[in-house]
């Protein structure tokens, strides 16, 4: 158990709709980062918040947001959602934004997009 | 650009057979390296986080070794049991990243029969 939860577990949403997934960190970690994990691949990075500031971005386009607040909760929103969008989000907290800790991830959201 | 490869993708071991996991990856100029395991539809695991200047660690029936120069990893799992059919995933921090991201393979699967 890593302490790292996310809601929902499941979502079904459909093209063209905007998702809000949620991520709540262990406590003290000031570090939060998002992956997208398409079905037989490995988690993709999305974005990274060190302390509610965006400290780096993969190649996910901008319709992809987060926030990050004080009390060790996140966010990571999806606007226009395409069918391509369906997949696993994983979020991951560490102690700072190098990876010198190890990342503790969470269980989880399948999305799928119809 | 990164690549980070393993190989087989799939891999099936009567129990007691001891494990051999391999990654590779294309540029040397890595931070650390992690291997995770990931039961089906769930988040993933830390196992193991070998820094760059380290050559192996170990946990238990676990070992990972780390040659940089040869852009390989070594994840050894010995005697293994039905419990340990799962997906391994390596994954490497790059020291050119000015952020905790991770570059992940697309795992091997493996299952272990009784």
């Known amino acids: 158990e890593t302490g790292v939860t996310q809601s929902p577990t499941h979502l079904i949403k459909t093209r063209g709709q905007q998702v809000t997934l949620r991520c709540s960190s262990q406590?003290?970690?000031?570090?939060v980062s998002w992956y997208q994990q398409a079905l037989g691949q490995g988690p993709q990075f999305i974005f990274q918040?060190?302390?509610?500031?965006?400290?780096g971005r993969g190649n996910f386009p901008p319709r992809f947001s987060g926030l990050q607040f004080p009390n060790y909760s996140s966010e990571l929103n999806v606007n226009a959602l395409e069918l391509d969008d369906s997949a696993l989000y994983l979020c991951?907290?560490?102690?700072?934004?190098?990876?010198?800790?190890?990342?503790?991830f969470g269980p989880g959201t399948r999305l799928t997009v119809l | 650009k990164q690549e980070v490869t393993q190989i087989p993708a799939a891999l099936s071991v009567p129990e007691g057979e001891n494990l051999v996991l391999n990654c590779s990856f294309t540029?040397?100029?890595?931070?650390?390296l992690q291997w995770f395991r990931q039961d089906p539809g769930k988040g993933l695991t830390s196992l193991l986080l070998?820094?760059?200047?380290?050559r192996e660690q170990t946990s238990g029936r676990l070992n990972a070794s780390l040659d940089k120069s040869s852009g390989r990893s070594t994840l050894y799992i010995a005697a293994s049991q039905p419990g340990d059919s799962a997906t391994y995933l390596c994954?490497?921090?790059?020291?050119?990243?000015?952020?905790?991201?991770?570059?992940f393979g697309a795992g091997t699967q493996v299952v272990v029969t009784p």
């Open positions: 994954a490497v921090e790059m020291t050119t990243d000015s952020w905790g991201k991770l570059q």
């Open positions: 918040y060190y302390r509610e500031e965006e400290n």
């Open positions: 540029d040397s100029a890595i931070y650390n």
């Open positions: 991951a907290s560490s102690l700072e934004a190098r990876g010198a800790d190890t990342q503790y």
């Open positions: 406590s003290g970690h000031n570090t």
């Open positions: 070998i820094q760059s200047s380290q």
